[in-house]
């Protein structure tokens, strides 16, 4: 295995898939993470023509640029403990349409082209967030099972007004796409559009999709949706079907944050 320095990516891997596995989120070899890089070193630009895999779909956008993706059945609780076995590093060609294998684990998760195309749609209107994580947390999934709760609109009305900070992280709400098969091109692109605007998507009935401008910063997110989602379940198996802050309420507090044009 050709190895690769990326220290700082691989410290955001490392701790990351730690917490993942902690709480539960990533079971088995559930979940998947990538980093998108900006470097343009020699390294990198070892692309030989004879290692370039055509992509399903054009990435324009990440042309040049190489990712750091976790590896086909790579487990969180084994990436917590040592990264770098388990972390491929790709470069993409010049002309954003084919990719190669340049270090590291050499057997990239399935989902690579959704990575891929949601990269290239984060590079083109949210440059800020490199970072992509996919986990499968109980409290969120079950959110798909409640009766109504199968829109995006619905489910952030309901879950991010359980707690009153909910709503000024993610002012925009939740992208929301309806179950896809696993690993499919077309449940990536369905996230690369409402990640144009969002931080997280729900994948019905499968976990979230979380960006940031670190695995760190994704995480968090993560954790403010998944913290109200298990206030809300708290309160349903106390038998109270809960109203949540009113609109009014939650319109003042995004207004006296500056994050009411987000709502
Ligand atoms: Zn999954």
Redesign the pocket.
């Known amino acids: 295995m050709t190895k690769f320095s990326y220290q700082n990516e691989l410290d955001d891997f490392k701790a990351t898939a730690h917490w993942l596995a902690l709480r539960g989120w990533s079971e088995a070899a559930?979940?998947n993470m990538s980093i998108r890089l900006d470097a343009q070193n020699n390294f990198l630009s070892k692309l030989h023509e004879d290692d370039h895999i055509k992509l399903p779909v054009d990435v324009p956008y990440l042309a040049g640029k190489a990712v750091l993706l976790t590896g086909s059945g790579t487990r969180a609780r084994e990436i917590g403990v040592d990264p770098l076995p388990h972390i491929g590093l790709y470069k993409i060609s010049d002309d954003g349409r084919y990719y190669g294998w340049i270090a590291g684990n050499e057997t990239p998760s399935m989902e690579l082209p959704a990575h891929f195309a949601i990269h290239n749609a984060l590079e083109q209107h949210r440059p800020g967030d490199k970072a992509i994580l996919?986990t499968?947390p109980a409290s969120l999934i079950a959110l798909c099972h409640v009766d109504g709760f199968d829109n995006a609109k619905t489910i952030s009305d309901k879950i991010l007004s359980m707690q009153s900070e909910a709503r000024l992280i993610l002012p925009e709400g939740i992208g929301f796409v309806e179950h896809e098969l696993?690993g499919s091109l077309e449940l990536g692109l369905k996230s690369a559009k409402l990640l144009e605007r969002h931080h997280l998507v729900l994948w019905q009935c499968?976990?979230l999709l979380a960006t940031g401008d670190s695995l760190a910063g994704a995480f968090d997110k993560l954790e403010v949706f998944e913290k109200s989602a298990r206030v809300y379940w708290q309160l349903r198996a106390a038998g109270i079907d809960p109203a949540g802050i009113s609109e009014t309420e939650i319109k003042h507090t995004l207004k006296a944050f500056g994050r009411l044009e987000r709502y």
């Open positions: 559930g979940g996919h499968h696993p499968h976990g």
